[in-house]
DNA sequence: CGTCCGCTTGACTCAGATCAAACTTGGTGG
DNA sequence: CCACCAAGTTTGATCTGAGTCAAGCGGACG
């Protein structure tokens, strides 16, 4: 089988594949990191939980990433990351993942690539959480992502920071209009 | 003169200082990207102009980084950039900047790094914006800045997203308990 | 000495949170 | 095939935190 293999994945290709059920977790808050950790397939959330039961998803990592590259330079998780669905992906030793980035320019500069987009959309979503008004942040909100075709409005809501019932509040009226 | 000089730097050695004075604009919003640009020294506000004068602020770069590094991938800029400070910085083609950056793989590794942490920063503000209460936002606020010496109040209202008002209330109040 | 800015407080108002009750839909299991 | 349950959606009633407007204070600085 031949299989296109990002230059990301060379450097995990000699590490064994583990798996993660959906739910479970992969790294917890202040869990000390060892491991650079590449996501083969599936998907995972990384998570910070507010106090009681409150959660905010921070970002989802798509296969083919590193998770939580944030991490790379830290010495503990600031976050929870839990798999959303049942998920393959490869450990390697932090210091040997660097040590082999540094042969690899092409591979460096593309995380830094991938890192300088995060930094994009975080901001953006900065800009939408800094407006006062429900129709402004829900205006932005659609204009960067489009209209949500599969995706529930209270995963919108949860998005933009405010209560579901508002939200189809508004809905509502915009649908009396145009 | 024996100088201390960062690797970055070093990429910019060459090229001609260029000064600019507080409150001039070092590039605007949908200008294309040509160079890469090195803050030599004063400091430079990433900024977005909203709706009707209103203004939100996205970072504030310090000399010794790249300005705007999340551009080096994108077309336009997505933002203004405002000097706050008299500054001086260096300009390097795009192309030429990357193409040389290919070569120094421990710098790239910096700005990976630098990335990574600007990241995570973005992400304790997205974190306190979605707060709903002040007092949670302000609580946050501190915890991860600590007090702010020279700082005034206003600028924390402007970053936790609240009204200067509103803020001066919630710490009248705090100084009546504890 | 006047003016600007950070600070402080009061009064009023309102957008949106919260609580709550239904209704629709799809899936699951008896 | 139907009873049942969970999730998403809809909408009403009520409450409240914080925005807005406004007036006033003190210190810094040209």
Known sequence: MIRIMSKLAVL????PLT???TGQAVF???DPIRDAIFLESGSIALVRTLSEGETLTLHVAR?????AEASLF???YHCDAIARTDTALRR???SAFLDGLSGT???LLDLFAGAAKEVQAQRARVEILRMKRLPDR???WLALNGAPDDQPWTEVAEAIGVSPAALYRELAKRRKAG
Do not use: I, M, S, Y
């Not at 995990?12 to 590490?15: E, G, L, R, S, Y």
């Open 12 to 15: 995990f290709a000699h590490a």
């Open 19 to 21: 798996r993660v059920r």
């Open 28 to 30: 917890h808050r202040d």
């Open 63 to 67: 296969p083919g990433t590193l998770l």
């Open 74 to 76: 830290a010495a503990r």
């Open 92 to 94: 390697v030793a932090r």
């Open 105 to 107: 320019p092409a591979t």
């Open 138 to 140: 829900l205006d932005a």
